[in-house]
């Protein structure tokens, strides 16, 4: 009973904000709800002891509080900016978020306004000046609302809601932007930034572009200096998961590590463990802390608790409660983040979805734990492909080639990539013939991708990939895996 009270309470909490990041929900309505449910909650605890009665009623209570939560965080704009919409203005702010660098620009979110109505503005600017997380900046431009855009891939990107996620109401292109004063962000966030800088620009000496970029895309989620080509061809191949940000590539590099150092004799696998979560810990200080980094690293410490000790079931509550935790905190993430998603996914793939095909892999070597690595990376790449196909609305038709010849070698090549890092802020000199082992793997990845993108219908567009169907296979997804359990649920409260 525990249990389902458990999950009645988590599904409910999740399907209550997935509705309302949909449909607008009255807030009256969902408070009348919530309490009618939580009367029905104490009549048919102490009264009727009808389980079936409670269950029901638990989910109510918390799909209302799940609509609740989401209304809580989806502040209306400033009315005092709303004003000032496609006008030109004078804005001073503090920069918020790590710059990012694009092919053509940098774009900066800045913090503005007074302390009873601060909204964030994303500015895009050139690259005259080298912006910092924590500069306070003046910026003059025209206040625009963003606007959705259509893909190269023919696919409507929701772009008002991406920026929504993060608080962003408002955009400014190729503004004026001047530096007022520096260091008036969080110390702690400035000097894990400070880290992360570091690790790049020691990266980006050992190893040359583009395979510097590509090393920057696995092992910290960048890709905003990808040119076009080099986008295109990740998107063609159906390899575009790997340079995303979530917990897929951290838990790739960490189970690996953790898999290694169970090999040597007389240590123990809890040290395996710890050694595998303290590159997860490294991992989210090379990125800078950010809360992205901090979701994929979470994802990644189950994955590996679960890998390590064969306890999925209590792992999976473990996942589920985190999930809610992240949402609880966010509710956008849910439908809006990408990122999120991904690592959710692929974390659920590789926990529960690779036990059921290592079968089909024993034909691998198990040297170096390679077995696993390949099931890992197969189960996960099968799981994510149909959210990449109706968020990206592009069908691959080279990407299983693709991603076995390249699969296997991208927990080596991100192992060197961290260690490269680390070891070119300890002394350079150690850092280059790793840069040039972590360019070899690199160069060749690059090579396999770049020559099967320019394939002849390499890919196919699907601009609207069905919903339904996206939805219809990952219920068969979910009815493979936990089919026996759900039967189970519903069985036993009988």
């Known amino acids: ?29 969902a408070l009348w709800m919530g309490g009618l449910a939580f009367l029905f909650i104490l009549f048919f605890s102490i009264l009727s002891k009808n389980k079936w009665g409670i269950i029901v009623s638990v ?85 625009e609302k963003p606007e959705n855009f259509i893909t190269d891939q023919g696919k409507e990107f929701d772009y008002v ?16 932007v001047e530096i007022i004063s520096r260091g008036n962000g ?30 920057g895309g696995l092992i910290l989620g960048e890709k905003a200096s990808f040119s076009q080509e080099l986008r295109k061809n990740f998107i063609d191949t159906g390899t575009i998961h790997i340079v995303a940000l979530s917990g897929y590539n951290i838990t790739i590099i960490a189970e690996w590590t953790m898999k290694l150092f169970s090999q040597v004799p007389y240590v123990p696998q809890n040290l395996g463990i710890g050694i595998g979560i303290f590159v997860i810990f490294l991992f989210i200080m090379m990125t800078g802390g950010s809360s992205t980094a901090i979701r994929a690293g979470i994802m990644a410490t189950l994955v590996l608790i679960a890998r390590a ?14 999930g809610v935790f992240m949402i609880l905190l966010n509710p956008f993430v849910l439908v ?31 040297l170096f734990k390679l077995r696993d690595v390949v099931t890992v990376t197969i189960a996960a790449y099968i799981f994510v492909l149909p959210f990449i196909l109706y968020k990206m609305g592009n069908l691959s038709l080279v990407a299983l080639p693709v991603n076995t010849l390249v699969l ?42 770049g020559f099967l993108a320019d394939v002849p219908f390499a890919s196919l567009s699907f601009p609207n990939f069905p919903f339904i169907l996206t939805v219809l296979i990952y219920v068969y997804f979910i009815y493979i895996i936990f089919g026996r359990g759900i039967k189970s649920f519903f069985v036993e409260l009988k």
């Open 161 to 176: 809601n991406y920026l929504r996620k993060d608080g962003v109401h408002y955009v400014m292109n190729y503004v004026n």
């Open 408 to 449: 296997p070698f991208i927990p080596f090549t991100m192992l060197l990539g961290f260690i490269t890092s680390f070891f070119g802020v300890i002394w350079y000199v150690l850092a280059v013939p790793l840069g040039y082992l972590s360019y070899l793997f690199l160069h060749y990845e690059l090579g396999v991708i």
């Open 336 to 366: 809006y983040d990408v990122s999120f998603q991904l690592s959710f996914i692929a974390t659920v793939a590789v926990i529960f979805f690779t036990p059921k095909i290592e079968k089909y892999f024993l034909w691998v070597t198990d």
């Open 186 to 215: 969080n110390k702690i966030k400035s000097t894990l930034f400070f880290v992360k800088e570091k690790f790049l620009e020691k990266m980006n000496f050992a190893i040359k572009s583009p395979e510097s970029l590509l090393m």
């Open 59 to 143: 989910f109510v209570l918390t799909f209302s509080l799940g609509i609740l939560r989401f209304d809580m965080a989806d502040k209306p704009a400033s009315y005092i900016f709303e004003s000032q919409v496609d006008q030109k203005v004078s804005l001073t702010g503090v920069i918020i978020e790590e710059p990012s660098i694009g092919e053509n620009n940098q774009k900066l979110t800045v913090e503005t306004g007074s302390e009873s109505e601060k909204t964030k503005v994303l500015v895009s600017t050139s690259f005259g000046e080298d912006f910092k997380y924590g500069d306070e900046v003046n910026f003059v431009g025209k206040l």
């Open 1 to 29: 009973m525990r249990d389902r009270i458990f999950y009645s309470i988590c599904f409910g909490f999740l399907f209550g904000v997935l509705l309302r990041s949909f449909v607008f929900v009255n807030l009256y309505f």
């Open 309 to 322: 000790t064969g306890r999925n079931y209590d792992v999976a509550r473990a996942l589920i409660l985190a």
